[in-house]
């Protein structure tokens, strides 16, 4: 069974502190990984995508991805109560004939308080 | 404005009844997906497709059907034979099923059994 776990939460940070998203999957054949946000009662949205060992950069935004630990995680700077959202990872299996399907983690909870 | 368009926001299905959720994308994007998401559940998918014509089963197709007639549709009947249908249903498109792109989602739709 191929899996993608996250811890369910809630993380809660202070306003201006940094958040920090893990994530750890179980198919060391994985391609790529995607970090979604969802407010509660909407459909998740893009935040950043990463492909390659290393850190990726993106305003507050900082994907940071081990293939070798397998695990791929998000830090989000100077939080913002409007960064108060559920995130999902989801990763890419690079799967033959299925190669654009994600499988998702259950996401984690986030809390940033004023 | 491009995007991806599903209505209705919400549906109310009654037992035995077949229901049709609609997913429209004017981005030009190849590949589509639907997924059913429960409360504090990530994202399972339903069924996808790559190509005008042809479409593939997910994780949890059973109980659902799709067609994929045009580019731009990909409707999602929920039929009697699913059982649990009450859920947040998600569609997303992508501009190829490639293991690099990236999945953007329609706004969703609540359905609920009465």
């Known amino acids: 069974q191929k899996e993608v776990e996250q811890n369910s939460g809630p993380l809660s940070v202070p306003e201006g502190a940094i958040a920090s998203l893990n994530c750890t999957y179980s198919d060391r054949g994985s391609q790529s990984f995607f970090w979604y946000r969802q407010y509660s009662g909407k459909s998740p949205e893009l935040i950043m995508f990463?492909?390659?060992?290393g850190d990726k950069e993106d305003g507050r935004f900082t994907a940071q991805l081990n293939k070798a630990s397998q695990y791929v995680s998000l830090l989000i700077r100077d939080s913002q109560p409007s960064d108060s959202a559920t995130y999902l990872c989801a990763v890419n299996l690079g799967d033959g004939g299925s190669q654009g399907n994600l499988i998702f983690g259950k996401g984690t909870k986030l809390s940033v308080k004023p | 404005d491009g995007g991806i368009t599903q209505s209705p926001k919400y549906l109310f299905r009654k037992e035995g009844q077949n229901v049709t959720l609609s997913c429209e994308q004017n981005l030009n994007h190849d590949a589509m997906y639907w997924y059913r998401q429960d409360p504090g559940q990530g994202l399972r998918l339903i069924y996808y497709?790559?190509?005008?014509?042809?479409?593939q089963k997910g994780d949890i197709a059973e109980g659902y059907s799709v067609s994929r007639e045009k580019k731009e549709s990909f409707p999602l009947t929920v039929t009697s034979a699913q059982k649990n249908p009450t859920a947040f249903y998600l569609c997303?498109?992508?501009?190829?099923?490639?293991?690099?792109?990236?999945?953007?989602f329609g706004p969703g739709t609540r359905l609920l059994v009465l």
């Open positions: 497709s790559q190509i005008v014509n042809d479409f």
């Open positions: 997303a498109s992508s501009k190829a099923g490639g293991i690099q792109e990236t999945q953007y």
């Open positions: 990463i492909y390659s060992n």
